[in-house]
């Protein structure tokens, strides 16, 4: 049931925390950016909702646009750039995200952010994600048969509704405790309770969700919150300062977005909400508790945990190996240093198997990802074979044997188009590799693997 297999999406989300910061279109642009810069995740789909701060009855209180088209990134992009100069009043919270569809529909009604309307502002949700549920047909069937009448069974759709039905719960019955405690309790004060019910919300709505996530969020009053699954499989980064709250899939987007080193930029804490309140206050919620614990963001950069209570057993990490060997961008420093390493641990067996003097192999890769994994190789072999007391020893020969000359998709479903289509998505180099050659191809794509075999 599941739209596609959700490997590969990109989160991107700006919260301004001071009105101040709202020179020109700075959210817009900050938000461009981060999308940009990670581009590789989702050329599929893309979309990008923005928040009004003080939205005016009878208005819609976020601005939304999303597109399938064949370059849909460019077309957020546009739309973004042209809704600044109509826009009016003070924008907040600036939510984005890329599709990378590798199975399932190509089409907008898949786009994200994904809305759950409402009349009231704090049950109105916008959610946008990078994750794979696994028990998604459990889910649904609950859903279902809780009263609920799903009208999609995207997967995005699905845990939208399903942490707004939660919210909507969990804050009717903090409001009801209000109520009892001071009778003269009016709606319009909800506001001192509702991060409890929003981080309430979404520990019940995902505690039963099996599977990998990185989801960011809005509620139309004006909270923005994001999490990851306990184990931390789906990548998430943050950078926090005195202006902005920042959350994306690939740390090295933000870092080129907003000007700061590495150290600036923190995983976003697995099993736990960041949750930032209309006024600007960030708090993290651990999820894993048995009572929530809050971790209090103050204006240094000390997080304070403000109570005590019984932590539930914390799951172990197990972040996703494939962001690390083969999808995220490899100018986050550590993936670099990671993929140079790898190159360069794959020498002593491609020798071994290889079997063959120096110079009778020829080296290359796959491109573009293994291009660094490809350098730490070369890097080894020039140490083994370049002796000190020889200006040249046995030179490794290399090139690139295969160039990518189209982008063609090589996540193609079915296996008569795959094959004719793959054909055509690599050229050859001619004249590089001789009769008598061995010739060593390093690719870090286990789905390239798995379409040549097939």
């Given at each position: 049931m599941t739209d596609e297999l959700k490997h590969e999406c990109a989160v991107a989300m700006v919260v301004l925390r001071k009105s101040?910061?709202?020179?020109?279109?700075?959210?817009?642009?900050?938000?461009?950016?981060?999308?940009?810069?990670?581009?590789?995740?989702?050329?599929?789909?893309?979309?990008?909702?923005?928040?009004?701060?003080?939205?005016?009855?009878?208005?819609?209180?976020?601005?939304?646009?999303?597109?399938?088209?064949?370059?849909?990134?460019?077309?957020?992009?546009?739309?973004?750039?042209?809704?600044?100069?109509?826009?009016?009043g003070f924008e907040r919270v600036f939510l984005g995200h890329l599709r990378y569809a590798t199975f399932g529909k190509n089409d907008v009604a898949f786009c994200h952010p994904f809305v759950h309307e409402s009349s009231e502002l704090n049950h109105t949700l916008l959610l946008a994600g990078n994750f794979n549920l696994t028990n998604a047909h459990e889910l649904f069937d609950d859903y279902r048969h809780r009263g609920s009448f799903p009208t999609s069974k995207s997967d995005g759709y699905l845990i939208c509704e399903i942490i707004a039905q939660a919210l909507k719960n969990i804050s009717r019955v903090e409001h009801v405790e209000h109520v009892e405690l001071e009778p003269n309790l009016h709606d319009s004060t909800c506001s001192a309770w509702s991060e409890s019910a929003l981080s309430r919300a979404i520990s019940t709505a995902l505690k039963n969700a099996d599977g990998a996530w990185t989801l960011c969020g809005m509620t139309a009053d004006g909270w923005a919150f994001a999490t990851r699954d306990p184990h931390g499989i789906r990548p998430g980064w943050h950078y926090i300062d005195d202006d902005v709250v920042v959350v994306a899939s690939e740390r090295a987007a933000i870092q080129a977005a907003f000007d700061v080193p590495p150290e600036a930029v923190k995983e976003l804490p697995p099993g736990e909400a960041l949750v930032v309140s209309p006024e600007g206050e960030v708090k993290f919620v651990d999820l894993n508790r048995a009572e929530h614990v809050e971790r209090v963001e103050s204006n240094t950069s000390d997080l304070h945990v403000s109570t005590c209570s019984t932590r539930l057993e914390k799951p172990l990490a197990r972040p996703c190996s494939?962001?690390?060997?083969?999808?995220?961008?490899?100018?986050?420093?550590?993936?670099h240093r990671e993929r140079k390493a790898l190159g360069a641990a794959l020498v002593p067996r491609i020798l071994e198997a290889a079997n063959a003097p120096m110079d009778r192999i020829f080296f290359s890769y796959i491109p573009n990802s293994a291009r660094i994994a490809f350098h730490g190789l070369l890097e080894d072999l020039f140490k083994r074979c370049v002796s000190p007391q020889s200006r040249v020893n046995n030179i490794p020969r290399f090139g690139e044997v295969a160039v990518k000359d189209?982008?063609?998709?090589?996540?193609?479903?079915?296996?008569?188009?795959?094959?004719?289509?793959?054909?055509?998505?690599?050229?050859?180099?001619?004249?590089?590799?001789?009769?008598?050659?061995?010739?060593?191809?390093l690719d870090d794509s286990i789905v390239r693997l798995g379409r040549r075999e097939s």
């Open positions: 101040a910061v709202a020179t020109g279109d700075f959210g817009g642009t900050k938000l461009s950016l981060l999308l940009e810069k990670q581009h590789n995740r989702g050329q599929d789909g893309a979309g990008a909702a923005i928040l009004s701060a003080n939205p005016e009855p009878g208005e819609t209180p976020y601005w939304i646009a999303k597109s399938a088209s064949a370059t849909p990134l460019t077309d957020v992009l546009g739309m973004i750039g042209k809704r600044s100069s109509v826009q009016t494939f962001e690390r060997i083969y999808f995220s961008r490899a100018n986050d420093a550590d993936i189209a982008k063609f998709r090589t996540f193609i479903a079915d296996a008569a188009a795959r094959r004719e289509f793959y054909k055509h998505v690599y050229d050859v180099t001619y004249g590089l590799v001789k009769k008598d050659d061995t010739l060593v191809v």
